[in-house]
């Protein structure tokens, strides 16, 4: 009999006393009441050591520090208005040791959920594959205030199961070392999220820039031709 | 129609060498020890009763979560039936694994498959409980830990003692001693403040990640319906791990199953406050099986039984399976907090490996375990999935085998108690034969207590004093008011 045969065996005459079906009791809360979503979600990125920027404004004074920066083939054009340094898109896709020059990456997000300050990545739009987000040390993710929820339940209902799916939920920590938090690991030492509106795509960020107008239906615009989707 | 095959017990790391008590005596008078579990375990109950009390609804997800782990345990055989082949479809290949020595076989199979001489591990109990590590090595294949407490445990040449911070029993003077000693690139004037003994880590672990071409993981919680596998993470090692490599092969307890995606909603609620005391764990990462150019292209998953089906056949102690490991019970436990996590033997210490550990091996191999507790009921009071230890640890004693004298002396008494004309004539008998012994002890240590008795009631005396009858009943004093 093989392995696989047997266990199932083994497991049905485990359950022959018959136990009776079980109703999940659902109780918990799923959807949020809350008013203030973008304010605890802003508490808990910063309580958990994010820092937090609002506007889209805020990204251009963020981006001239950054020398090298990685970002997913689909960037939207108007997040890189003005970044004067070295752009590297994932195209054709960076090695991990090319990766680890880096100095950040800019890449938007799928979901965000607010009680928990979790930011969720799905691959899609505007976010590239994973190694993307992990390698360089510093990561810098734009969140469109519409694609925040307040309770947890409720971002599932957003994604779909089948796409490699990463929830970060500040920078990378650890509680190894007498169970007292300490940050800065393996992956990003420094998370940095900045807020925007769900219009602020379309806004130029000052009139010498060159930006790509954007319709307020789209998601994002693919700044280089070809780009696939990172799904 | 396959004919009745019977559980099986496990094998691997599940086994105390030595009784509980034995084990635990040199773990309780080492003051080093005591304070640094102290320490961890009063900051992380503290942490974690704070982030749950900010939680309204933590009971309505307790009693959610408890029982979708019992929907999963009645309905097991169709659920990984539905796991197996939602994975398939999703392009991972699911082996299965009776017990510990073929779980190691495929592992080792499937990395030599690859050429691969060397693999990054992602923390896992899974992989503790078969011995994957030894394995490996008997197989020329060197597996590195990368969580910071496994980096730390396999360094100092040691075994786990906390599910969760493995490396729990040691202070950071002792790590950064253990980092000076067995890391070859440790800074030479290494701190022992933990940021820098995390800098440390990380640069000693980069460049092995970047290369890496084979990954083994466990994984916390794999959804039935979707084929998808769940990893919950703090350092970024477990990503690293889960995307760079080629090769992905991940160990999973056939109880992790969950029926649907959406029942993570539950879970992941319950487990990082549960265990580090977070509203959420820094990082978690969901895959099902291959995504074309995202992560490893060759995704494996061994599906292990290793007692299980046992511990699923005794629907009393069946609630074990719905552990999440999330190790609070371990966290709120005073015999933990005193004798350690060694003391239990296997991989699974605590109250949750009192009941767990005797029941994956069968109660005979690890006849001490249930008794490894004071039956306080904390570990009951914060488990997420709310199963009952306390119940479950004084079924399994029942189960354990006790000494001739002990069996014989219990059918007198409960003989004598099953009549109260007995009981009176017993008691009575008791007063008379005590009397003059109570007076004198009384006397010469101030209790009506006897310290040490001969054997084999020694082995009652031994950590108890016997109290002698008092001069009156309640009900003779009650008479003559």
């Known amino acids: 009999m093989s392995a696989r045969d047997e266990i199932l065996a083994?497991?049905?005459?485990?359950?022959?006393?018959?136990?009776?079906?079980?109703?999940v009791p659902r109780g918990y809360r799923r959807v949020d009441d809350r008013s203030d979503v973008i304010e605890t979600l802003v508490d808990r990125l910063e309580d958990y050591r994010a820092v937090v920027h609002r506007g889209i404004d805020a990204l251009p004074r963020l981006l001239s520090d950054v020398d090298r920066l990685a970002v997913p083939t689909d960037v939207p054009a108007a997040w890189l208005a003005g970044y004067a340094g070295e752009l590297h898109r994932d195209a054709p896709p960076l090695s991990p040791?090319?990766?680890?020059?880096?100095?950040?990456?800019?890449?938007?997000?799928?979901?965000?959920?607010?009680?928990?300050?979790?930011?969720?990545?799905?691959?899609?739009?505007?976010?590239?594959?994973?190694?993307?987000?992990?390698?360089?040390?510093?990561?810098?993710?734009v969140v469109r205030t519409d694609q925040v929820v307040g309770l947890l339940p409720e971002a599932l209902t957003r994604l779909d199961p089948r796409a490699p799916l990463t929830w970060i939920s500040g920078p990378s920590a650890t509680s190894d070392i007498e169970l007292n938090r300490v940050e800065g690991v393996h992956g990003p030492r420094r998370l940095e999220v900045v807020l925007i509106g769900p219009d602020d795509e379309v806004v130029p960020v000052s009139p010498d820039d060159e930006v790509v107008p954007v319709s307020p239906d789209d998601e994002v615009v693919p700044v280089s031709p070809a780009g696939g989707s990172g799904a | 129609m396959n004919p009745p095959v019977a559980p099986a017990t496990g094998t691997g790391r599940i086994r105390t060498p030595l009784p509980f008590?034995?084990?635990?005596?040199?773990a309780v008078a080492d003051t080093q020890l005591r304070a640094n579990l102290h320490r961890a375990t009063r900051t992380i109950?503290?942490?974690r009763a704070r982030v749950v009390g900010e939680v309204p609804?933590?009971?309505?997800?307790?009693?959610?979560?408890?029982?979708?782990?019992?929907?999963?345990?009645?309905?097991?055989?169709?659920?990984?039936?539905?796991f197996e082949a939602s994975a398939t479809a999703a392009g991972a290949t699911v082996h299965w694994a009776r017990d510990a020595a073929e779980a190691c076989r495929i592992v080792v199979a499937?990395?030599?498959?690859?050429?691969?001489?060397?693999?990054?591990?992602?923390?896992?109990?899974?992989t503790q409980e078969i011995e994957l590590n030894e394995a490996l090595e008997a197989a020329g294949i060197a597996a590195y830990e990368t969580d910071l407490a496994e980096l730390i445990v396999q360094l100092g040449d040691d075994t786990p003692s906390h599910i969760l911070v493995p490396a729990i029993h040691y202070n950071r003077a002792q790590i950064r001693e253990i980092f000076q000693r067995r890391m070859a690139d440790a800074p030479a004037d290494l701190s022992d403040e933990p940021a820098a003994l995390a800098e440390a880590a990380r640069a000693h672990l980069r460049r092995r990640f970047l290369s890496a071409r084979v990954a083994v993981s466990g994984a916390n919680f794999a959804v039935?319906?979707?084929?998808?596998?769940?990893?919950?993470?703090?350092?970024?090692?477990?990503?690293?791990?889960l995307t760079l490599p080629e090769t992905l092969i991940s160990v999973v307890g056939v109880e992790k199953l969950l029926p649907t995606f959406t029942d993570l909603e539950v879970f992941l609620q319950l487990l990082p406050r549960s265990s580090t005391g977070e509203r959420m764990n820094p990082y978690t990462s969901m895959w099902t099986g291959v995504t074309p150019g995202d992560g490893p292209q060759d995704v494996h998953v061994v599906l292990v039984d290793n007692g299980r089906s046992a511990v699923l056949a005794d629907p009393v102690g069946r609630p074990a399976l719905s552990c999440i490991r999330c190790s609070a019970c371990l966290n709120v436990?005073?015999?933990y907090e005193r004798a350690g996590g060694h003391a239990y033997g296997s991989v699974y210490p605590g109250p949750i490996g009192a009941i767990l550990s005797p029941q994956l091996t069968g109660v005979a191999d690890n006849a001490s375990l249930p008794y490894a507790s004071t039956l306080c009921g904390a570990c009951y009071d914060v488990c997420p999935v709310k199963i009952n230890i306390p119940e479950i640890l004084v079924h399994l004693r029942q189960q354990a085998p006790h000494p001739p004298v002990e069996r014989a002396t219990m059918r007198v008494l409960s003989w004598v108690m099953r009549s109260p004309r007995r009981w009176a004539a017993a008691l009575r008998l008791a007063r008379a034969g005590a009397g003059p012994l109570g007076a004198y002890r009384e006397r010469r240590t101030g209790a009506r207590t006897l310290r040490r008795l001969p054997w084999p009631a020694s082995a009652w005396t031994r950590s108890r004093d016997l109290p002698l009858p008092a001069p009156q009943t309640f009900r003779e004093w009650w008479g003559k008011q």
């Open chain 1, 97 to 141: 040791a090319a990766l680890d020059d880096l100095d950040a990456v800019l890449t938007g997000c799928a979901v965000v959920v607010a009680d928990t300050g979790t930011i969720i990545l799905d691959a899609g739009p505007a976010q590239g594959r994973r190694a993307l987000t992990l390698v360089p040390d510093r990561h810098i993710c």
């Open chain 2, 333 to 335: 436990c005073p015999v």
């Open chain 2, 45 to 47: 109950r503290a942490k």
């Open chain 2, 57 to 82: 609804d933590w009971e309505a997800l307790r009693d959610a979560g408890s029982a979708i782990k019992a929907d999963v345990q009645r309905r097991l055989p169709e659920l990984l039936e539905q």
């Open chain 1, 10 to 23: 083994r497991l049905r005459t485990a359950l022959a006393d018959n136990p009776p079906p079980v109703q």
């Open chain 2, 21 to 26: 008590p034995t084990a635990a005596k040199p």
């Open chain 2, 224 to 241: 039935a319906d979707t084929g998808t596998l769940v990893v919950v993470e703090s350092e970024g090692n477990g990503r690293m791990c």
């Open chain 2, 110 to 126: 499937l990395t030599r498959a690859t050429g691969a001489d060397e693999v990054v591990k992602v923390k896992s109990m899974a």
